[in-house]
């Protein structure tokens, strides 16, 4: 399983983009990028995904350089309520499982 | 969107007695789910692989007598923490995937049960 590696922390204020690297430097042909959000005493929600280059959607984009072993995920205009632990997840289709690292907690400042 | 629901949210128990969780998926059917566990101010980890119709895969480490996993039906699977300590209190979440999705790509999670055992 591809192991991913983020910052543990990162700190922000209002009205900023934040970008969050994330390392993933064995991952397989088949894999998939995925990004999920989680707030305290809730389930991880899916953010986006992506396989190579740029993806973006209403909240986020992810970019992929072409040889994959990394992945930034970029909020544009972040607010408090962006708050959370943000997770950069390798999806393995061998095994079908995701496989969560550490995680990266976002503090957003006023 | 494909929704997953966790019964109950909290459970407060006394130790040696057993919880029952249930997971389901609301809107869509999951030949597999997965259960994960997650203590305060850490990732979480993926505890099991639930298969409709056949046993559970546990992951190294995980006592398989101890959380017991059924899934009996396409819509719901249920972990039941056997024999609870202390030591178990802790967050358990589940996953699934619509059968068009598969599982390493994206997957739905629960809200969550936090268990507490006294």
């Given at each position: 399983?591809?192991?991913t590696?983020?910052p543990?922390?990162?700190?922000?204020?209002?009205?900023q983009?934040?970008?969050?690297?994330?390392?993933?430097?064995?991952?397989a042909t088949?894999?998939?990028?995925?990004?999920?959000?989680?707030?305290?005493?809730?389930?991880?929600?899916?953010?986006?995904q992506?396989?190579?280059t740029?993806?973006?959607?209403?909240?986020?984009?992810?970019?992929?350089?072409?040889?994959?072993k990394s992945?930034?995920?970029?909020?544009?205009r972040?607010?408090?309520?962006?708050?959370a632990?943000?997770?950069?997840?390798?999806?393995s289709?061998?095994?079908?499982?995701?496989?969560f690292?550490?995680?990266?907690?976002?503090?957003v400042?006023? | 969107?494909?929704?997953?629901s966790?019964?109950p949210?909290?459970?407060?128990?006394?130790?040696?007695?057993?919880v029952?969780?249930?997971?389901?998926?609301?809107?869509?059917?999951a030949?597999?789910?997965?259960w994960?566990?997650?203590?305060?101010?850490?990732?979480?980890?993926l505890?099991?692989?639930?298969?409709?119709?056949?046993?559970?895969?546990?992951?190294?480490?995980?006592?398989?007598?101890?959380?017991?996993?059924?899934?009996?039906?396409?819509?719901?699977s249920?972990?039941t923490?056997?024999?609870?300590?202390?030591?178990?209190s802790?967050f358990?979440?589940?996953?699934?995937?619509?059968p068009?999705?598969?599982?390493?790509?994206e997957?739905?999670?629960?809200?969550?049960?936090?268990?507490?055992?006294?």
């Amino acid at each position: 399983l591809a192991k991913t590696t983020q910052p543990i922390s990162m700190d922000s204020y209002e009205g900023q983009e934040v970008n969050i690297t994330c390392s993933h430097n064995n991952i397989a042909t088949n894999d998939y990028i995925t990004w999920y959000q989680q707030f305290p005493s809730q389930g991880p929600r899916f953010i986006i995904q992506g396989y190579k280059t740029k993806v973006t959607n209403e909240v986020a984009s992810l970019f992929i350089p072409a040889d994959r072993k990394s992945s930034t995920l970029s909020l544009p205009r972040v607010s408090l309520s962006d708050t959370a632990v943000y997770y950069c997840l390798v999806g393995s289709s061998n095994t079908g499982k995701l496989i969560f690292g550490q995680g990266t907690t976002l503090q957003v400042k006023p | 969107g494909a929704v997953v629901s966790q019964h109950p949210s909290r459970v407060i128990c006394k130790s040696g007695t057993s919880v029952k969780i249930e997971c389901r998926s609301l809107d869509f059917q999951a030949t597999t789910m997965f259960w994960y566990r997650q203590f305060p101010k850490q990732s979480l980890m993926l505890m099991a692989t639930s298969n409709e119709g056949s046993k559970a895969t546990y992951e190294q480490g995980v006592e398989k007598d101890k959380f017991l996993i059924n899934h009996a039906s396409l819509t719901l699977s249920t972990l039941t923490v056997t024999s609870a300590h202390p030591e178990d209190s802790s967050f358990y979440i589940c996953s699934a995937s619509p059968p068009e999705r598969p599982s390493y790509n994206e997957q739905f999670f629960g809200p969550g049960t936090r268990l507490t055992v006294l």
